[in-house]
């Protein structure tokens, strides 16, 4: 044997997950985009973050919704087909549909097939009368949807837009104006608040978000026959105040050396791997960002707190 590690392999040969953990984590900073956390592990302890004590945006947006979906939905309109982006569950679109006037289709879109197929197959059953369609795809690179069957209505809750910087957000919302022409779209939207609140949100006492965060290593481990040791990582979450943003990150607990996808990479003691961004906004800051994308916002709810928003945004 020469001693020299193997040359890296071709991304053309690498899947998609494969080829970006690995591009992620030889670049300076490592950074890893936060899609990659849902393999169907990952999406099911998401579902069990937002039932924690300490995580306020599920409960504070379901209530959001349960006050206010009558008035979502007039401004929806009759014979609407909703596409969910990220869909996860599918809990939250349920109160929407409830409120609906027959809704002519739905259709989830998310990273997780397997995930994605349960939830659509619950929703047909508790809902047999509504076209359910089911799309596996990475809407944040491309997207295409089947004809639309009504108007086409997006819905994008979780304040999921926060995992992007502003830039690529508006990126993100500029394509989703042209997916969703002639129609509308309702995303949520965490808003800046304590910092205190928001460090306990991403750092819970049970410790689920931090296994979430080490679950990103463990597929690499099942999927790609990577030899990360998960106790040499430490999950880290903080509050950034100058970019009003909560990063997360894996940290070093050690020197160390993993092989991936035959790749020798070696980490010191301390080294960080940006997992994650989560972006908070205020009102007027996240109407501005809409309006740059080619939305013109038409109304916004808030709790008594303004920990959280949803909004109503229409393609111009």
């Known amino acids: 044997m020469s001693g020299q590690p193997p040359p890296s392999p071709p991304v053309a040969s690498l899947s998609a997950f494969a080829s970006e953990l690995l591009a992620g984590l030889q670049a300076r900073p490592r950074a890893v985009a936060p899609k990659w956390f849902y393999d169907e592990r990952g999406s099911a302890l998401f579902e069990r973050i937002c039932e924690l004590p300490e995580y306020y945006p599920t409960r ?8 206010h979906a009558p008035a979502m939905a007039a401004l929806i309109g009759p014979g609407a087909e909703i596409v969910e982006f990220g869909a996860g569950a599918s809990r939250k679109v349920r109160v929407l549909l409830d409120a609906l006037d027959t809704p002519r289709r739905f259709v989830p879109v998310d990273i997780s097939g397997a995930h994605l197929e ?68 309702l995303i949520g939207v965490d808003l800046v608040k304590d910092p205190a609140e928001l460090h306990a949100a991403y750092n819970d006492a049970q410790g689920v978000t931090a296994d979430f ?65 989560s972006c908070k906004y205020t009102v007027a800051g996240f109407q501005r960002l809409a309006r740059g994308a080619g939305f013109e916002p038409q109304a916004v709810w808030t709790d008594a707190a303004r920990r959280f928003s949803l909004h109503w945004l229409v393609p111009v």
């Open 60 to 67: 504070t947006e379901l209530a959001l919704l349960d006050r």
């Open 213 to 277: 965060n080490l679950n990103l290593l463990a597929r690499a481990n099942r999927e790609l026959g990577a030899d990360f040791v998960l106790a040499n990582w430490a999950h880290s979450a903080f509050y950034q105040p100058a970019l009003q943003r909560i990063e997360m990150h894996l940290v070093s607990r050690c020197d160390q050396a993993v092989t991936l996808c035959g790749v020798r990479l070696e980490f010191a003691e301390g080294d960080s791997v940006h997992t994650e961004n």
């Open 118 to 185: 349960r939830a659509a197959a619950a929703l047909r059953a508790e809902r047999p009368g509504l076209e359910v369609l089911p799309q596996v795809a990475d809407f944040t690179q491309s997207l295409s949807l089947p004809a639309a069957a009504g108007r086409r209505i997006g819905f994008f809750p979780g304040s999921s837009i926060g995992n992007f910087e502003p830039p690529v957000a508006e990126q993100l919302l500029r394509r989703m104006a042209g997916w969703l022409a002639g129609g509308g779209l």
